[in-house]
C-alpha cells in the first residue's frame, strides 16, 4: 500500500522541508489506477458506440484537422487543443470508429497519470475510489471517446492539483514541477477560461500564504497557463480583433455571461441531454439526481476527515478548485450542458473518495456490515441508473447523428455534391456529413453575408436547409425544393447546371 503523510502541508514549513512523498515498496496495490483506467476504457468501448457518428461540436472540431470536409466557422468560445489532439488520426482517416477507439485508448490514459499525480497523498484505495467514481459517471463514460475538450480539462484540473501539492511537499520533485505547468498548459489548451478559474485557488494559496511561496512552483504555474492560452489568444487578435472583442463575442455566443442562476438547468440536463437550450424541461426523478446533493455532503464530510487526520491542504485545495471550476457554469449561463461541470466532478471525487473510504473502515462491530452492505447497495443502485441514462444518450445522440447522414446522402443524391455549400436549419454539420462546406448570413456562426452567398449559389451547388413547415429565406424563394424527413431542402440553379453537365 502507499506509505501517507500524516503531517499538513502547512504546518512542515515550520520545521523545514518536508520529506519528499514516497510509495512504498512493490505492492499489488500500485495497480489499482491503472486497473480503473483500462476498466474506463473498455466501458467506453463497450457502451459507447465506436461506430456512432460525430455529434455537432465534434464536427467543427474534427473539420479544422480533416482532410474529407472543409473547415467550419470556428466560433470565439472555441479553442483549438481537442482539434490539435485529433489531429494524428483525422488528418488522414475518415472513419469515426477508429477515432473513437484512439480517444477511448487516451483517455483511460489520462486517467491513469493524473490519479497518479495524487500517489503518496492518500491511501491508494482511496485514489483508486475517486479514479472509479468519476469514471463511471455517465457523462465521463460519454466524453471520454468524444471530440470534446471538457474531459480533458477535468484531467488538467485533477492531475494539476495533485502535482502542486506533490511540488509543495518536496521542493526537489522535479517531476511534480514540470507536471503542474503540463496538466494547466493541458487545460489551457483545450479551454483557456476554464483553465482560468480552476487556477484561481492555485494562484492564491501560491500567492497569498506565505508558508506555500515557491517561485519556481508559481512559474511552473504561469508558464503552463500562458503556453497553452497563447494560440487562442494570438487567434483573437488576428481574427476576432482582439482579447476583449473576443471574449465579448464568446459571451454574446453563450447568450451573455453574467448573474444566470443555472443549478435547475443542470439538474435537468442529467437525465441525458447532452445540451438544454433552452432548458425548460421538467425535473428528472429523485433516482437520477440523488448523487448530485449527495456529493457536497461526501466532500464536506471528506473535508471533516483530513482536519481530524491533519492533512486538510489536501482535501481542501481540491474542494476550492472545484467550486471555482464550476461557478461559471452554475451561476454565471443561461443553459446547461453536463459535461461543462466534469472539471468539478474529477476534483470532488478525492474528497468524496475518502469520506466514503472513512465511512467503511471507522464502522466497528455489528454495525460494519450494515455500513458495507448499505454502501454497496447503494453504489450498485447508482451504477444501474447511471448507465441506464448512458443508454438513453447513446440512443438518442446516435438517432441524430444518423439522420444527418442520411440527409447528406440525399443532398448527394440529386446533386449536392462537393465542392458545394449549406445553409440553414442544422447545415453545419449536415455539410461535415456531405463533405460541403457551411456558411451562415446571420445567428451565432455568421460566416458570410447574404449577398457572398447569392454570389456563391451562381456558380457553386449551394443549398439551403429549413423546417419543413417553414418558409425559405428570401432569396430561395424561386430555387426548387425538396422535402426530407423534417428538412425542406432549396437548392440553387447551379446545382441544376452541375447535374446537366
Known amino acids: 500500500m502507499v506509505k501517507t503523510l500524516n503531517v499538513p502541508l502547512v504546518e512542515t514549513e515550520r520545521r523545514g522541508p518536508m520529506p519528499a512523498v514516497r510509495t512504498q515498496g512493490r505492492t499489488g496495490g500500485q495497480w489499482w489506477p491503472a486497473a480503473v483506467a483500462v476498466g474506463f476504457t473498455l466501458v467506453q468501448l463497450a457502451l459507447v458506440r465506436p461506430g456512432m457518428g460525430l455529434g455537432w461540436d465534434e464536427t467543427v472540431y474534427v473539420s479544422q484537422v480533416s482532410g474529407h470536409a472543409p473547415a467550419a466557422f470556428f466560433s470565439a468560445p472555441r479553442s483549438r487543443g481537442i482539434s490539435l489532439l485529433v489531429a494524428p488520426i483525422a488528418s488522414w482517416s475518415s472513419s469515426t470508429s477508429l477515432l473513437r477507439v484512439y480517444l477511448a485508448l487516451l483517455s483511460g490514459l489520462g486517467l491513469f497519470l493524473a490519479l497518479r499525480a495524487w500517489r503518496g497523498l492518500f491511501p491508494v484505495r482511496v485514489v483508486a475510489l475517486a479514479g472509479a467514481l468519476f469514471a463511471t459517471l455517465w457523462v465521463t463514460v460519454f466524453y471520454g471517446p468524444e471530440v470534446m475538450p471538457n474531459y480533458w480539462v477535468a484531467i488538467g ?141 461526501l466532500a464536506a464530510l471528506g473535508l471533516v476527515v483530513a482536519v481530524r487526520a491533519r492533512r486538510t491542504a489536501r482535501t481542501l485545495l481540491p474542494l476550492a478548485c472545484a467550486t471555482t471550476a464550476s461557478i461559471p457554469y452554475l451561476f454565471m449561463i443561461g443553459y446547461a450542458a453536463p459535461r461543462f461541470l466534469l472539471p468539478f466532478y474529477a476534483l470532488l471525487a478525492i474528497p468524496v473518495a475518502d469520506a466514503l473510504t472513512h465511512l467503511v473502515t471507522s464502522a466497528r462491530g455489528a454495525w460494519r456490515p450494515v455500513v458495507v452492505t448499505s454502501m454497496a447497495l447503494a453504489l450498485v443502485g447508482h451504477l444501474a441508473v447511471q448507465y441506464a441514462v448512458l443508454e438513453g444518450a447513446v440512443d438518442r445522440s446516435t438517432a441524430g447523428r444518423q439522420a444527418w447522414a442520411r440527409t447528406a446522402s440525399e443532398l448527394h443524391r440529386i446533386g449536392v455534391r462537393p465542392p458545394c455549400v449549406l445553409t440553414g436549419e442544422e447545415a453545419l454539420p449536415i455539410a461535415f456529413y456531405a463533405g460541403c462546406s457551411s456558411a451562415q448570413a446571420y445567428g451565432h456562426n455568421a460566416s458570410t453575408t447574404r449577398a457572398d452567398l447569392l454570389r456563391t449559389a451562381q456558380h457553386t451547388p449551394t443549398a439551403s436547409l429549413t423546417a419543413a413547415q417553414d418558409e425559405p429565406p428570401g432569396y430561395a424563394h424561386d430555387w426548387p425544393s425538396h422535402r426530407f424527413g423534417d428538412l425542406r431542402i432549396h437548392v440553387s440553379p447551379a446545382v441544376r447546371a452541375s447535374n446537366r453537365g
Open 157 to 297: 484540473a485533477l492531475a494539476a492539483v495533485g502535482h502542486l501539492l506533490r511540488a509543495q511537499a518536496d521542493r526537489f520533485d522535479r517531476a511534480a514541477l514540470w507536471g503542474v505547468g503540463a496538466s494547466v498548459g493541458l487545460m489551457a489548451w483545450m479551454r483557456p477560461t476554464d483553465a482560468v478559474w480552476v487556477s484561481l485557488p492555485l494562484f492564491a494559496v501560491l500567492v497569498c500564504v506565505r508558508r506555500w511561496w515557491r517561485p519556481r512552483l508559481l512559474a511552473a504555474l504561469s508558464v503552463g497557463l500562458a503556453s497553452g492560452a497563447v494560440a487562442w489568444v494570438v487567434e483573437a487578435y488576428a481574427g476576432f480583433g482582439g482579447l476583449s472583442a473576443r471574449l465579448a463575442d464568446a459571451s454574446r455566443i453563450q447568450g451573455g455571461l453574467g448573474w444566470n442562476i443555472a443549478v435547475l438547468d443542470q439538474l435537468r440536463s442529467l437525465r441525458g441531454q447532452t445540451l438544454c437550450r433552452p432548458c425548460s424541461s421538467s425535473l428528472p426523478g429523485p433516482e437520477v439526481i440523488a448523487w448530485w446533493f449527495a456529493l457536497p455532503l
